[in-house]
């Protein structure tokens, strides 16, 4: 296979549409404050139900994936490069929202393209 940017793009929209267990630490909403030049990530808990479900703690409601959810975040993340905001979720929170490896690895992927994204002037949308 070439590597170009159109195969490129379709090993990683074939690996978008596997199964992922969903991190008992929370979810994040990443977005771009464009005004301010910052990447953001606003972090919500969950409850993982015995289906696996990603759950609201204080509703007992299942979270759907696809709709738009009225919730409250517990923190908002935001940092001027993707490693910065890395920093100051795995560094400098203690403990870190974030309980598990594909989630960490999953949320360094989404902060770099959300950071390209920023300096190119392109629009970021949360894979």
Do not use: W
């Not at 990447?39 to 204080?58: M, Q, S």
């Not at 738009?68 to 795995?90: D, P, Y």
């Not at 560094?91 to 594909?102: A, D, G, H, K, R």
């Amino acid at each position: 296979m070439d590597l170009t940017v159109e195969n490129l793009a379709a090993i990683d929209d074939k690996l978008s549409q596997r199964h992922i267990d969903l991190d008992p630490g929370g979810y994040f909403i990443i977005y771009l404050n464009r005004e301010e030049g910052l990447i953001c990530a606003k972090h919500f808990t969950n409850v993982i139900d015995e289906r696996g479900l990603a759950v609201d703690p204080e509703t007992g409601k299942v979270i759907p994936a696809r709709e738009k959810v009225e919730r409250t975040h517990t923190t908002v993340f935001s940092g001027r490069t993707a490693k910065e905001l890395c920093v100051k979720i795995f560094e400098e929170t203690q403990p870190p929202p974030v309980t598990q490896l594909t989630h960490a690895a999953y949320l360094g992927r989404e902060f770099v393209r959300s950071e390209i994204s920023l300096v190119t002037g392109q629009d970021y949308v949360q894979d």
